[in-house]
């Protein structure tokens, strides 16, 4: 099952819809279904402490972040999205075989 994040949209303005996969999904697999369905989508808000930066220093493992980072994936967002599209990605993200 997909989990969706809690968004207060009084409060940012989303330029791309995160979610977060079930656990020992495979993400890549799932981003190609959903390319093929004619649907884009993301891998965005790295962790901090894998970027190259942070690499170079010694930092601790943050096990929680990178768990919910490998299983991240953004969907698209924007105003001319049509509610019929919605439906569609919607449906899609439903049809895949988690």
């Excluded at 901090?48 to 967002?77: A, C, G, M, R, W």
């Amino acid at each position: 099952k997909v989990t969706f994040f809690k968004r207060d949209y009084n409060s940012i303005i989303p330029h791309i819809y995160p979610i977060l996969l079930p656990n020992n999904s495979d993400r890549k697999n799932f981003q190609e279904y959903m390319e093929c369905k004619n649907i884009q989508t993301g891998i965005h808000y790295k962790p901090n402490h894998l970027l190259q930066y942070f690499k170079e220093k010694d930092s601790e493992p943050l096990f929680n972040t990178e768990s919910i980072y490998k299983n991240l994936v953004t969907l698209p967002l924007h105003p001319d999205l049509k509610l019929e599209e919605l439906d569609y990605i919607v449906e899609t993200i439903e049809s895949y075989n988690f």
